[in-house]
């Protein structure tokens, strides 16, 4: 009698792991007839783990999928130069290789047919024709040796200009800069500025004596 009730004392241990586990076997077994979820059937710390995985990745915004290319839409100043002019082109050629990697120069030829003064801050082709021009995206028209400092620097060669920041310098810089813009067409082989201007009035190219639309 006493090794009988021994050999239960000993069984009854070993029967409650096997009841747990039938328990929740059976737990997890569904009705019969009903469906098996899946995401039930998941251990809970699993599936919580997942959720808040999903949940820590970040939608990138918008604004970064944008391409490279979208920059040449936000220029931050613009160059008016006369594209018919062989020693302003080997500048603008230049500056134009270096804005590739920056996008903030909109280059703008004016002696181009499809010139437009109202697009340019009512710059017509004779004033622009008379001096370097550049309007900053606020609007702003800057000239002369400022003119160039301002390209020169939104392209990494700010060092070429900084000098004519300050004075005596600047002053020096734009008197030598007015020669030039005095003398080049003759300097470049071309007749001077005034009768390049009446050519383009003969030709129907101007709206009146005051204003141009190349």
Not at 52 to 65: G, L, M, N, R
Not at 201 to 213: F, I, L, V
């Amino acid at each position: 009698m006493a090794s009988s009730l021994a050999r239960l004392g000993a069984a009854l241990p070993r029967a409650r792991p096997l009841a747990a586990a039938a328990a929740m076997g059976a737990a997890r077994t569904p009705p019969r007839g009903a469906r098996w979820d899946p995401v039930a059937s998941r251990p809970a710390s699993l599936y919580a783990r997942r959720c808040q995985a999903h949940s820590d990745v970040k939608a990138s915004p918008a604004s970064e999928s944008k391409d490279v290319g979208s920059l040449s839409q936000s220029w931050r100043i613009k160059m008016l130069y006369d594209g018919e002019c062989p020693l302003c082109m080997r500048e603008v050629n230049m500056l134009r290789e270096r804005n590739k990697s920056y996008g903030a120069i909109n280059f703008v030829d004016i002696s181009s047919k499809d010139y437009s003064p109202k697009d340019n801050q009512d710059l017509d082709y004779e004033t622009a024709m008379g001096r370097i021009h550049a309007i900053l995206s606020d609007g702003t028209i800057v000239t002369d040796v400022e003119a160039f400092r301002r390209l020169y620097e939104e392209v990494g060669l700010g060092w070429v200009y900084a000098v004519t920041k300050y004075e005596p310098v600047a002053t020096i810089a734009n008197a030598v800069y007015g020669v030039w813009a005095k003398y080049r067409m003759e300097v470049t082989g071309r007749p001077p500025l005034e009768e390049i201007f009446a050519a383009r009035r003969q030709a129907g190219e101007c709206k009146d004596d005051k204003a141009c639309k190349m």
